[in-house]
């Protein structure tokens, strides 16, 4: 016989979510050349779907995965301004109560990003980010989304092109400053609940750094600090490149091979089971593959869960119903 202590004792422990974190709901890109950044996405089964209704804003998507090219130069303070080499400007996560989880980022710490919302657009709660970046809270990715909104849709265009050979979002490489792994890995933990993996729990052929977890498990973050006998290191902070995880690495870069994607191949570093990297275009943009077997979204053609541009998704049944019974 079972009492509440021995019940409480032998119950399965969780990581908490305190904000209902549920994965990546866009990555934002910032350049001045956002046809030449386009042409690469494109490369990688990524395919324009929306624009924005009043800046120079296009939306690219692939299965669940949405990628934001920003040309509009922004009068913010603590902006990533469009420079000639794209940078990763912001990182949209998806929560369960976007006003909340700014509530809550707010008192732990972090730093409100001002918003100015126009007219026919939403006001999206953001905080900042490493270096220029901004971390969004996004609560509007199911049957109504942001894109239905702020976008307009391309016409004759699948609004939900399906994913290349099962890719989705793994995670994201952050460059931070030396003794700075400390600091970002409370950040992460205090603010969203991430945790610390295990040194030798690594993904991909990268195993360098820290891996910090998402609360939902769909999300890594990959911290790594500047080594002392690495002259060219980049300066400062920032977001360096975009992880994607699919169930065949050797098949996804026999698909991108075809498509005109090349990869790195070298005797230190070069194409395995594991995982493999992209060369680099416009001066840094490049893409790491990790073999995921595990990610729920990691089927092939798996649609998106959330509303689209080109109006709204049905609901994945793959995904649990929620407390009110829906999905």
Not at 31 to 41: F, I, N, S
Not at 75 to 83: K, V
Not at 89 to 109: N, P, T
Not at 117 to 141: C, K, Q, W
Request: with cysteine; glycine share 8%; charged share 20%.
């Amino acid at each position: 016989m079972n009492t509440p202590l021995t019940i409480d004792r032998e119950a399965s422990t969780q990581a908490p979510n305190p904000l209902g974190l549920d994965g990546i709901e866009f990555i934002e890109y910032a350049t001045t050349r956002p046809q030449a950044l386009g042409q690469v996405l494109e490369l990688m089964g990524f395919r324009p779907v929306a624009r924005h209704r009043s800046r120079e804003v296009l939306l690219y998507r692939q299965g669940d995965m949405n990628v934001v090219i920003n040309a509009h130069a922004s009068n913010r303070p603590r902006s990533a301004q469009p420079t000639a080499t794209p940078v990763i400007a912001a990182i949209a996560l998806r929560v369960r109560d976007a006003a909340a989880a700014y509530q809550r980022a707010i008192e732990r710490g972090a730093w409100a990003v001002p918003t100015h919302v126009e007219v026919m657009e939403l006001n999206i709660p953001a905080v900042h980010g490493v270096g220029t970046s901004r971390l969004y809270f996004v609560d509007r990715f199911r049957e109504f989304s942001i894109w239905d909104v702020d976008f307009v849709p391309i016409p004759t265009v699948d609004p939900r092109p399906p994913a290349l050979m099962g890719m989705h979002w793994f995670g994201i490489v952050q460059y931070v400053g030396v003794d700075r792994l400390e600091d970002w890995t409370a950040f992460y933990r205090e603010l969203f609940g991430f945790t610390v993996l295990p040194d030798e729990q690594r993904f991909g052929i990268l195993p360098k750094g820290r891996i910090v977890q998402s609360p939902c498990k769909s999300l890594y973050l990959q911290l790594i600090e500047p080594e002392a006998d690495i002259i060219d290191f980049p300066v400062g902070e920032t977001l360096q490149r975009m992880g994607l995880g699919t169930p065949d690495v050797q098949a996804a870069v026999a698909a991108l091979r075809a498509r005109g994607v090349d990869f790195v191949e070298s005797p230190e570093l070069h194409t395995q089971d594991k995982g493999a990297i992209t060369n680099s275009w416009l001066g840094g943009v490049m893409f790491e593959l990790v073999k995921d077997m595990t990610h729920p979204r990691s089927a092939f053609g798996a649609p998106p869960r959330g509303g689209d541009a080109g109006g709204p998704a049905e609901p994945d049944p793959r995904r649990p119903l929620d407390e009110a019974g829906s999905r």
